[in-house]
């Protein structure tokens, strides 16, 4: 459904004036605005596409361009050829519009055999086999998963051209958490280069790197490229990296025509080494540019874009400094609907249902197709849940940006081990394991899979999802066949995996899409489903700098403009059913959502499966009684720590991993005041217990082993506040007079 005609797929009239016919008056001071530099801030669903190709079009027409002169920038092959598309419908054929690899490739091969004498080299289609030899020539043992990383590491750094000497230095400065020790991957990097330049082949970023450097070297070649292009056009500016800028300069010279489009609230690729600085800065290497903001948003109803908005005004940094704020110019839709389930599996399968109550509707009340329709994920690691939940009633779909589930290749190996160890009856890997769950855990363990998750992102901590996407689906199995009085063994759990990889390997022709938030970038549908909104999952762990934190603010809110007129939040409490219901919400909804306090506020929020009821209540911990027995599995604990815990350490915790994060941040200052060891204030132990009970109030903090009447009155309050997700008010500085209940 279109939001307006200033943003439909018909092509406009190609007169020079013609052109300009349907654009409102933003647009039409995009198109007008011939001679750069421009740049032009384009909010999501503004129609920016529609602005830069009427604005080349209006170029050409009028005879101010010469098509052959105009080269259009884009970062995808589909972009590059929508707007190839849109500009030959336009009238303005002839006009380039490729990707910066595409145009650098193409001047390089012309330009090497004057510039350098011979071939171009053999350009490396792709670079993990060399990485893998690479790093087996330092000696080091590499798993299939993590050469991925390695490969994205390097592409990084040469992206933002860190050269193998100071790779180390700069991840540390950046604040990067680097997938390995940063000095055996500066190894790998050097490696890695030598190798290409013994074999005589480049890759992607070598052809960035040659092209720019014969720019600047040969100044002769330089003048023939900025005479053959005398107008340029960058979309999704702010996603240029300082490679990319490079070459840009060296493309446009002094006297070029520049219009760049971008916005910073999008700017969700920085891992990649993407920057919004030279969208923000812009105005300040060019002092004499136009400037055109669009905020029309032509895309979302009102209700949403209200969302959107209210998401952007809460953000911090020097691209919150820059937001747009947009304008629906839709009639109004229904309100954005919050959620929240007891249970993974339950949002899933409620999700699935109220998709399959708007297929069943006609158009006239609301309903949609199956391909207008996403269930948008911050993991691929959480798509199986939704893939067999939508399988389960009919429903087809399709997965962008990621293999299916059952055909990820860490899964596929597992279903192969899982299938031999079930075969084998006896085998010692399960032998000793008391349930179904831990026979799965025992033989995932032989290929790597540990408890707790690996650090960071990228492709290490994707594979652990998947194979934690398997644990969590033994222990569903095996609850659910209980409660029907039946066997849940390890043949009968594959067979299950079995019939499950079956199910979705359906042929999908219309299908409901669904996709991470990062793959959903640039694409729109009638109706969204943004799952999994909770502390930990959005933001991620492991987004620990402000500047990651607030660019998981970004990754929400494009996926929020992603929606059309249907937009749907959910979050579940627990990960497993019967699980404890510790999680929270995101943060980045507080004073958005009903029922929430303002952002920093922490209230709590009580539903049911598929209901929407919000108050102030909370589950209050639970004291031991008797034999102290694990929460999980019900084994009698006998050690300090899992008595602490509550449960085995093996089993797995219900733990709020952002609440750990910040109560360990506050134990850390607590104790550089008081110039005492950090477990003098807490030990982990008793951290990991709060984080996992996420008390309420004093009696329930005062139930948690390692809490005594001392302490308790000495940082009860300050660990109350963080429990609510509040800052502490400012603390006493004397030391602890009683550490008598905390073992060293």
Not at 243 to 259: E, F, H, K, N, Y
Not at 468 to 488: I, Q
Not at 668 to 693: C, H, N, R, S, W
Request: net charge negative; aromatic share 6%; proline share 5%.
């Amino acid at each position: 459904m279109s939001g307006s005609p200033y943003d439909d797929d018909r092509p406009a009239p190609v007169g020079a004036d013609a052109v300009l016919a349907g654009l409102d008056p933003e647009q039409r001071a995009v198109a007008t605005a011939l001679h750069g530099p421009v740049c032009v801030l384009a909010g999501a669903g503004t129609g920016k596409t529609r602005a830069i190709t009427h604005r080349i079009a209006y170029g050409v027409r009028s005879g101010v361009y010469q098509p052959q002169q105009v080269l259009a920038v884009t970062f995808t092959a589909r972009a590059a050829g929508e707007m190839r598309g849109r500009l030959r419908e336009l009238g303005a054929e002839g006009v380039q519009a490729r990707t910066f690899h595409s145009a650098a490739l193409r001047q390089l091969q012309y330009f090497w055999p004057r510039a350098v004498g011979g071939e171009v080299p053999r350009l490396l289609e792709r670079k993990v086999q060399l990485v893998a030899e690479a790093a087996g020539r330092c000696g080091l043992r590499v798993q299939r998963t993590e050469l991925r990383d390695l490969t994205g590491e390097i592409e990084w750094a040469k992206v933002t051209q860190i050269v193998p000497d100071d790779y180390a230095a700069a991840v540390l400065k950046a604040g990067r958490e680097a997938p390995r020790d940063p000095a055996e991957i500066a190894r790998v990097y050097a490696t890695y280069e030598q190798t290409k330049r013994d074999r005589g082949v480049i890759d992607f970023e070598d052809v960035l790197l040659l092209t720019a450097a014969i720019l600047e070297d040969r100044p002769e070649i330089a003048d023939r490229v900025r005479a053959q292009y005398r107008h340029f056009t960058v979309d999704e500016y702010q996603d240029v990296s300082p490679l990319q800028q490079r070459l840009l300069d060296q493309w446009t010279g002094p006297g070029a025509s520049l219009c760049v489009v971008g916005d910073a609230s999008q700017t969700i690729y920085s891992f990649t080494g993407a920057t919004p600085d030279y969208l923000l800065n812009f105005r300040t290497r060019h002092p004499g540019a136009t400037v055109v903001k669009l905020v029309r948003d032509y895309r979302s109803t009102p209700q949403v874009v209200h969302l959107a908005n209210g998401l952007l005004a809460q953000a911090r940094g020097q691209a919150a400094q820059h937001r747009l704020e947009l304008v629906s110019q839709r009639e109004a839709g229904p309100e954005p609907v919050y959620v929240e389930y007891a249970d993974e599996p339950t949002e899933a399968e409620s999700t699935a249902h109220r998709i399959k109550d708007l297929l069943a509707l006609p158009a006239e009340r609301g309903g949609c197709r199956a391909s207008e329709i996403a269930v948008l994920f911050r993991t691929n690691g959480m798509s199986e849940v939704y893939e067999q939940a939508l399988a389960d009633l009919g429903i087809s779909y399709q997965l962008k940006g990621a293999e299916r589930f059952f055909e990820r290749p860490e899964v596929r190996e597992a279903g192969v081990l899982l299938k031999g160890a079930a075969r084998a009856g006896s085998d010692p890997l399960t032998a000793d394991a008391p349930d179904l769950a831990s026979q799965v855990r025992a033989v995932l363990a032989t290929r790597g899979f540990t408890a707790t998750p690996p650090g960071g992102s990228g492709a290490v901590r994707e594979r652990w999802e998947s194979l934690a996407a398997l644990v969590r689906l033994a222990e569903e199995f095996e609850a659910t066949r209980h409660k029907a009085g039946e066997s849940g063994d390890l043949s009968a759990y594959v067979a299950e995996l079995d019939a499950r990889a079956a199910a979705q390997h359906a042929p999908a022709v219309e299908g409901v899409t669904l996709a991470s938030l990062h793959a959903a970038k640039g694409l729109e549908w009638d109706a969204v489903f943004l799952v999994g909104l909770t502390e930990g999952t959005m933001p991620i762990i492991y987004a620990k700098t402000d500047e990651q934190v607030e660019e998981e603010r970004r990754l929400l809110y494009v996926g929020v403009t992603r929606a059309r007129r249907n937009l749907s939040l959910s979050w579940s409490l627990s990960r497993s059913p019967g699980g404890r219901a510790s999680r929270k919400p995101t943060r980045f909804l507080d004073g958005l959502r009903p029922g929430s306090g303002a952002p920093g506020s922490r209230s709590g929020a009580r539903g049911g499966r598929g209901g929407v009821e919000f108050g102030e209540g909370r589950p209050a911990a639970r004291k031991a009684r008797g034999p102290l027995k694990c929460r999980v599995c019900d084994r009698t604990l006998t050690e300090a720590v899992e008595r602490k815990l509550r449960r085995c350490e093996s089993c797995p915790s219900s733990m709020d991993e952002a609440l750990f994060e910040r109560l360990r941040e506050w134990r850390a200052g607590q104790a550089k005041k008081q110039g005492a060891p950090a477990y003098v204030v807490f030990t982990d132990a008793t951290l990991m217990a709060i984080a996992e009970d996420v008390p309420a109030n004093e009696r329930e903090l005062a139930v948690i082993s390692g809490v005594g009447a001392m302490k308790l009155d000495k940082y009860g309050a300050a660990v109350l506040s963080l429990c609510a997700g509040e800052e502490p008010e400012a603390d006493s500085e004397e030391a602890p007079d009683d550490t008598s209940d905390e073992p060293a």
